[in-house]
């Protein structure tokens, strides 16, 4: 393991034994649900499931096709937000 | 692996910032399979769709925000001045207080008074021991008012009471009604 993966790896561990991962999480997903993301998102999913037929649709064929599109759909207002949080908990913890 | 051997000597401010876009990065992920996993159990469980209606059919459950009517566009207090017929005495009673009225005319509720009342109608006659007579035989063949007609029946028999008893017991009620009445 190189120096900079142990570095993310501990910094990553802090993250979830501080609680601020779930933290993060609950707000982004509040942020998602307020904007619109998820009615966006749902409506795509929609339809794949149409293109696939309701019986035989996968979490694989819903991830495959949504993820790329859910990544390119947060807003850039909530990236910021999310970011500032990130980097005030990377600054107080990562500087030991 | 311990916290104190990151130290801020290996961490430049790009590769800090590198770190918090991956960090980001892997919420927006999570938040992304959460909603698969969400999206995917509803299919299976069958109520994806259910909020799938059409335009057309949603019309029909708009709410209805005009004067006069409630949300459903119904007249508002439609039956607050209706009045209904008693089958048993043929006065006029407001609805809403129909059901109350009738439970006492019949004489169905715990204040009932029909036997008083009707006492009261015969010209409050308690004395006169053939018309008592009549009342009490009515009132153990009214079984088909309740439930548990047996049980009654077994109960009124062991139950018998001397008749002085008996109208001791009615005085008390006539008394009774008729202070309800006057207030
Ligand atoms: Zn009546």
Request: glycine share 4%; charged share 30%; proline share 2%.
């Amino acid at each position: 393991m190189s120096k900079d993966s142990q570095m993310r790896a501990a910094i990553n561990q802090k993250l979830i034994e501080m609680g601020e991962r779930e933290r993060l999480k609950e707000v982004l997903r509040a942020k998602l649900v307020e904007c619109g993301w998820k009615d966006q998102l749902k409506a795509h999913c929609k339809d794949v499931i149409r293109e696939k037929g309701l019986e035989h649709v996968t979490v694989e064929d819903l991830v495959t096709e949504v993820t790329p599109k859910g990544r390119a759909l947060v807003p850039d207002s909530v990236k910021k937000e999310l970011l500032q949080r990130i980097r005030a908990f990377l600054a107080q913890h990562a500087t030991l | 692996m311990k916290m104190e051997e990151v130290s801020m000597s290996s961490l430049d401010n790009s590769k800090l910032e590198g770190l918090a876009q991956d960090i980001l990065s892997d919420l927006v992920e999570d938040a992304c399979l959460g909603l698969c996993f969400e999206v995917h159990r509803a299919v299976k469980q069958g109520y994806f769709f259910l909020d799938d209606t059409d335009q057309e059919s949603m019309r029909d459950f708009e709410i209805v925000d005009q004067p006069g009517l409630d949300v459903f566009g119904q007249v508002y207090n439609q039956w607050k001045n209706k009045e209904c017929v008693c089958p048993n005495c043929s006065r006029s009673i407001a609805a809403s207080r129909f059901a109350p009225h009738l439970e006492k005319c019949l004489g169905m509720g715990r204040n009932s008074s029909r036997i008083a009342n009707r006492r009261i109608v015969t010209g409050n006659n308690t004395n006169n021991k053939s018309e008592s007579d009549q009342e009490d035989n009515d009132d153990v063949n009214d079984n088909d008012w309740s439930y548990g007609a047996e049980k009654k029946a077994k109960k009124r028999k062991s139950d018998k009471v001397p008749f002085i008893f008996i109208v001791k017991f009615k005085s008390i009620n006539i008394t009774h009604t008729h202070i309800s009445v006057c207030i």
